[in-house]
C-alpha cells in the first residue's frame, strides 16, 4: 500500500481542502513521513486512516506554526500547551487541558488528530480480547 495522495487526503479530511493554507507539497511531504510510521501488517485495513490521522496531527502543527507570521512576537515551533485560564476584561475562561488527552500520550496531545491516532496506534497489534460472560 502507497501513502494516501494529498486529494484523497482532503476528501477524507475536508478541514484541509484549502490547498492555499495546506499546500499539496505540505500535506504530501506529511502523508510519506506517516506512511512510514503506520505498520501496515498491524493496522490493516485502518492503515490508510492511521497514515491519514498522523499527517493531520503534523499538518495541523506546521499551520499553527505559520500562522505565527513575521510581525508576531511569537516563535515558530514554540511549543505551548493548552489554556488553563484567561481572563479579557469581565470575561474569563478556563480550560481543564487533561480531559481530552491520552496518559503519557507526549505531542500527539497537542493537537484532535494525535489523539484520535495515539489511540488507535494503541490498539493495534492489541490482540484478541476476551470479556467475562
Request: net charge positive; with cysteine.
Amino acid at each position: 500500500m502507497t501513502a494516501p495522495t494529498p486529494a484523497q487526503f482532503r476528501i477524507d479530511f475536508p478541514e484541509f481542502a484549502d490547498s492555499a493554507k495546506y499546500p499539496d507539497l505540505l500535506c504530501n511531504l506529511w502523508l510519506q513521513a506517516a506512511a512510514s510510521m503506520v505498520n501496515l501488517a498491524r493496522w490493516g485495513a485502518l492503515a490508510a486512516l492511521g497514515q491519514e490521522l498522523c499527517a493531520a496531527h503534523f499538518i495541523a502543527l506546521a499551520a499553527r506554526d505559520r500562522a505565527i507570521g513575521p510581525k508576531s512576537k511569537g516563535i515558530p515551533g514554540q511549543v505551548s500547551g493548552p489554556v488553563a485560564s484567561k481572563t479579557v476584561g469581565s470575561v474569563s475562561a478556563s480550560y481543564a487541558p487533561q480531559i481530552g488527552t491520552i496518559q503519557d500520550a507526549g505531542q500527539w496531545n497537542s493537537t484532535a488528530y494525535g489523539v484520535r491516532f495515539i489511540g488507535l496506534a494503541r490498539l493495534m497489534g492489541a490482540g484478541g480480547m476476551q470479556f467475562p460472560s
